[in-house]
């Protein structure tokens, strides 16, 4: 914090007009850091606190804080997960109007009443669902696609369903303009997965079922990973594996999803 000048402290009786100036100046470089932020968030530009029309190069520094902050920091440890979430500009995923915040450790609204996930959440689930270089991935919620790209970086084919029409079709547009020709995109209800792509080595779902959708488990391959966040209300992010002898399940984390919308909601669907 600005200290007032020297003069203006030691003469508090004779020097009233300095002290006055100085309060106000404290008073103003008090506020205008707020009055630049709160104006540079209304109308949309990149300037944000600690950002000033960043070039690419302080957006890879604000990844390499992010991933080491909130990531890495918090128990991540694979070396692939950490890489791709280094490289992945999840800027561009966001509105223009929310970029300033794309590092920040909180989710953020994409439009149409979703959002993106914190990029802890992002690593957790990538780093649950265990991807490798070979295996082919479907994703249940493209929402901007930063999932599918981030997942692009780890495997060798992903497909990915959203249910929002029009954000199918944006993240679409924003993957092959990144240059992510192994993501395959479809705009519809992702209940009953993609079954003329299956079998999958694993399967991802960005929003909350009541239930495990039973159509995505019949599209695992042997050993594949299906992970999800659970529940109406109280949710926890599960993990299911298909093995020789049936499905083993395990709890991860308690998380907070957008629910799951379509088939999912209709009672008695399973």
Not at 30 to 46: D, I, K, T
Not at 86 to 104: C, G, I, N, T
Not at 179 to 206: C, K, M, N, Q
């Amino acid at each position: 914090m600005a200290k007032p000048p020297t003069a203006a402290r030691e003469g508090a009786v004779e020097k009233k007009p300095l002290l006055a100036y100085a309060c106000l100046a404290i008073l103003a470089a008090l506020l205008l850091p707020y009055e630049v932020f709160w104006q540079s968030r209304s109308a949309g530009g990149l300037q944000g606190p600690g950002i000033s029309a960043s070039s690419d190069a302080e957006y890879r520094e604000q990844r390499a804080r992010m991933v080491r902050d909130q990531i890495e920091a918090l128990g991540i440890r694979d070396a692939r997960v950490l890489a791709a979430m280094r490289k992945v500009p999840r800027h561009l995923f966001v509105p223009p109007d929310e970029q300033p915040f794309a590092y920040a450790d909180t989710p953020l609204p994409i439009g149409y009443d979703q959002t993106i996930s914190q990029p802890y959440v992002v690593a957790f689930m990538t780093e649950a669902l265990e991807p490798k270089p070979q295996d082919r991935v479907l994703e249940i919620g493209t929402g901007s696609g930063y999932q599918a790209a981030v997942l692009a970086e780890l495997v060798r084919e992903v497909y990915t369903v959203e249910i929002v029409e029009p954000l199918a079709r944006q993240a679409e547009q924003r993957l092959r303009q990144m240059g992510y020709a192994d993501v395959h995109t479809r705009s519809g209800d992702g209940y009953r997965g993609w079954p003329e792509a299956a079998p999958f080595d694993g399967i991802i779902l960005t929003a909350a079922p009541d239930h495990v959708p039973a159509p995505l488990v019949e599209q695992l391959r042997e050993g594949g990973r299906l992970v999800l966040p659970l529940g109406r209300w109280d949710q926890e992010l599960i993990r299911l594996r298909k093995t020789p002898k049936g499905i083993t399940r395990e709890s991860l984390l308690p998380v907070r999803f957008v629910p799951m919308t379509g088939e999912a909601e209709k009672p008695g669907v399973h």
